[in-house]
C-alpha cells in the first residue's frame, strides 16, 4: 500500500529516490484527480467524471467501472491507451498533501520509493547545498500549478453543482464486473446546462464552470474505451503487446514527464 511522508531535508538529504519503471503503482487506482489545464487533453483520453467528497464535487478520471483497477495500466505495467497521463501519475512518487501540524500542503513522498544514497545511481533529493535538485523543482513546480487548478476545479463544480447541473450517472457496469463502481459517479445533464437563463449561464462562465462542463461532456463517448480496455486485459495473455498500439492508438515510452 502507498504511504506518502513529508519529505525532510534533515531525513532525505542523504537519500534518494527511485523513478517508477513502469504504472504498475496505479494499477489499483479506479479514479484519479485532475483539474486545471490538463482538462482538454484527459478528456479527449478518457471519461470524466464528478465524484462527491464530503460536501464538495471533485471531477475526476475513471479508470475502470470496478473498484480496486485501472484498465489504463496494461498487465506488464505500461499505460495501455492513449497519448496523455494524467499529472498524479505522470509525477509520483511525489505528491502535495496536507499534513498534521501543517498549515499548507507539503511535498510527499511515498516511502517505498526512497532508497540511501551510498551505491545508488537513482535521483537525490537535495544537492549538495540541501536545495533541492533541478529535477525535484520542476516535480514541485508542476505539482503547485496542478493544486492551483485543482481548486479552481474544484470551485467551478461548485458553481455547476448550484446550478443544478451535476447529476447521478448511472452506468452499467458489465459481465465480469466484481466490484462495481456505480454509486456516487455524477455527471452534467446536458439539456439542464442549455435551458439555463442568460443570467445563470453568465454566472458559470465567470466561475469557469463551463470550460469544466464541456470538458466532462466531451469525454463522455470516451466511456466506450473501458469495455474495449476490459476486453483486452482478458485477452492479453494471447495477444501480443504491439496490438495494443493499433487497437487503442500509441502509448508513451517516458514513465515520468512533468511538462
Avoid at 534533515?10 to 529516490?17: Q, T, V
Amino acid at each position: 500500500m502507498t504511504k506518502f511522508v513529508a519529505l525532510d531535508r534533515k531525513i532525505h538529504m542523504s537519500r534518494s529516490w527511485r523513478r517508477p519503471r513502469d504504472f504498475r503503482f496505479a494499477a489499483n487506482e479506479s479514479l484519479v484527480a485532475v483539474a486545471g489545464t490538463e482538462l482538454a487533453m484527459t478528456a479527449a483520453s478518457m471519461p470524466l467524471v464528478f465524484v462527491k467528497r464530503e460536501e464538495t464535487f471533485e471531477l475526476v478520471a475513471l479508470l475502470s467501472l470496478e473498484m480496486g483497477r485501472n484498465l489504463f495500466v496494461a498487465p506488464d505495467g505500461q499505460w495501455a491507451a492513449g497519448q496523455y497521463i494524467p499529472t498524479l501519475f505522470r509525477t509520483y512518487p511525489f505528491r502535495l498533501l496536507r499534513v498534521k501540524a501543517a498549515a499548507q500542503m507539503v511535498l510527499c513522498v511515498d516511502e517505498d520509493s526512497v532508497q540511501n544514497l551510498e551505491g545508488s545511481s537513482e535521483e537525490r533529493f537535495f544537492d549538495a547545498g540541501g536545495q533541492p535538485t533541478a529535477i525535484l523543482a520542476e516535480v514541485i513546480k508542476t505539482l503547485e500549478v496542478f493544486e492551483r487548478g485543482r481548486l479552481m476545479t474544484i470551485s467551478a463544480a461548485k458553481a455547476l453543482d448550484k446550478a443544478g447541473v451535476i447529476v447521478p450517472w448511472k452506468l452499467g457496469a458489465g459481465d465480469g464486473v466484481q466490484n462495481p463502481l456505480i454509486d456516487g459517479v455524477h455527471r452534467v445533464d446536458e439539456p439542464r446546462l442549455n435551458a439555463l437563463g442568460d443570467n445563470e449561464f453568465m454566472q458559470l462562465r465567470k466561475s469557469g464552470g463551463l470550460p469544466v462542463a464541456y470538458a466532462q461532456l466531451m469525454s463522455m463517448a470516451r466511456l466506450e474505451l473501458l469495455p474495449r480496455l476490459a476486453a483486452y486485459h482478458s485477452a492479453q495473455s494471447a495477444a501480443p503487446r504491439n496490438a495494443l498500439a493499433g487497437m487503442f492508438g500509441d502509448g508513451q515510452d517516458d514513465t515520468l514527464r512533468f511538462g
